[in-house]
């Protein structure tokens, strides 16, 4: 999977907790995003950062929080505000241009119980 | 939103045959990319087509681009059975810099 982690595989959350999904690389790029896939759909965008400190919300946004401390680093908290948590979270990076190819990490699944 | 949109949603075709799997969009792109997912994994990127190029080939991978028709196909030659999985494609609209991808082809190759 391109020298991205996620971690953990599969991950179970009781109604009401906040949750963060890791995602670490070490390709050396200076982009990073989160993406959402329910079954059967496409890839939905949660939050993106082109550079450590700063990040950019998606088309997804409502529920999430991310931050981005270091370049090889970007984790996503799935907060008690997101209505319908339970889907597949990819992470994927870029070099810095957001219009080149991503490689992906081998994704998390959320469940929320 | 989704600017990409294949087509069709699910084929399935025997190994050896070929399989054409089309994108349609809706505004002018930068670039147009198409990636694979194994079932239950990540995605892998296979082919990126820029706006001025009709036509890019990988092995057995061949891509199409028609910027008049706002289209893309792909075409995956002599399948196998390795090949099932689900293709997207993604854009670059020139009026913005982030990739939004369709809702997939389901690509069955049976063996």
């Known amino acids: 999977d391109g020298g991205i982690t996620q971690s953990p595989k599969y991950l179970f959350r009781k109604e009401g907790q906040n949750v963060t999904l890791s995602c670490e690389q070490n390709l050396n790029h200076d982009a990073m995003y989160w993406y959402r896939q329910d079954p059967g759909q496409g890839l939905r965008l949660i939050y993106y950062?082109?550079?450590?400190?700063?990040?950019q919300k998606g088309d997804i946004a409502e529920g999430y929080s991310v931050s981005r401390e270091k370049k090889e680093s970007f984790p996503l908290t799935v907060t008690s505000a997101q209505k319908n948590p339970t889907a597949f979270y990819l992470c994927?990076?870029?070099?810095?241009?957001?219009?080149?190819?991503?490689?992906f990490g081998p994704g998390t699944r959320l469940t929320v119980l | 939103s989704q600017q990409g949109e294949e087509d069709p949603q699910a084929l399935s075709i025997q190994e050896g045959e070929n399989a054409t799997m089309n994108c349609s969009y809706k505004t002018s792109i930068n670039n147009l990319q198409w990636y694979r997912q194994n079932s239950g994994r990540g995605l892998v990127h296979l082919i990126l087509?820029?706006?001025?190029?009709r036509e890019k080939h990988s092995g057995r991978l061949r891509v199409t681009l028609d910027t008049s028709k706002k289209s893309s196909s792909l075409l995956i030659t002599a399948s196998r059975a390795a090949d099932t999985a689900s293709y997207f494609c993604a854009t670059v609209p020139t009026s913005g810099s982030r990739l939004t991808f369709g809702e997939g082809t389901q690509l069955t190759v049976n063996p």
């Open positions: 994927a990076s870029s070099t810095h241009r957001t219009d080149n190819e991503q490689f």
């Open positions: 950062s082109q550079i450590v400190n700063d990040f």
């Open positions: 087509i820029r706006s001025n190029e």
